[in-house]
């Protein structure tokens, strides 16, 4: 048990309009159950009112994290996009060249076809020099 004594403040509420107002949405606050009680009401609005900067300051600095993590995976899907670009130029270009490699070697195969010899059995192509060996 702590042997400081607590601190008592009073609060006054004139008669005046604003203040009612005032007193009245506390009541009403309290009632809802929103605060335990009028002392924790008053804490917690003093709490926001006279600190706004360290909370706000939290909370700045949490969202400065979070943009700072989506920054981060933002970079990191960037660089995966770059790379997949590469990737795909890369394939792209190796497809490209093995197709033009096709295509030339299709072309050799049918000129090839067309310059050699017509295919002719074996014996008529011996029955065919027999003739100029007669001659002969």
């Known amino acids: ?20 107002q005032i007193l009245q949405r506390a009541e009403q606050t309290v009632e809802s159950g929103d605060f335990s009680s009028f002392n924790d009401l008053c804490k917690a609005a003093l709490q926001s009112f006279l600190v706004p900067a360290e909370s706000t300051s939290a909370a700045e600095q949490s969202r400065l994290a979070q943009f700072a993590r989506i920054g981060e995976r933002l970079d990191e899907l960037l660089t995966n996009q770059q790379q ?14 093995a197709l033009a490699s096709g295509r ?6 049918q000129v090839e076809q067309e310059t050699s010899a017509p295919n002719l059995p074996t014996e ?7 003739r100029y060996l007669e001659e002969f």
């Open 84 to 97: 997949l670009q590469a990737q795909m130029q890369r394939q792209s270009d190796e497809l490209l060249a």
């Open 124 to 130: 008529e192509i011996m029955n065919r020099l027999a």
């Open 1 to 20: 048990m702590s042997t400081e004594k607590a601190t008592y403040k009073r609060l006054t509420f004139l008669p005046d309009e604003d203040d009612q």
């Open 104 to 109: 030339e070697q299709e072309t050799e195969a």
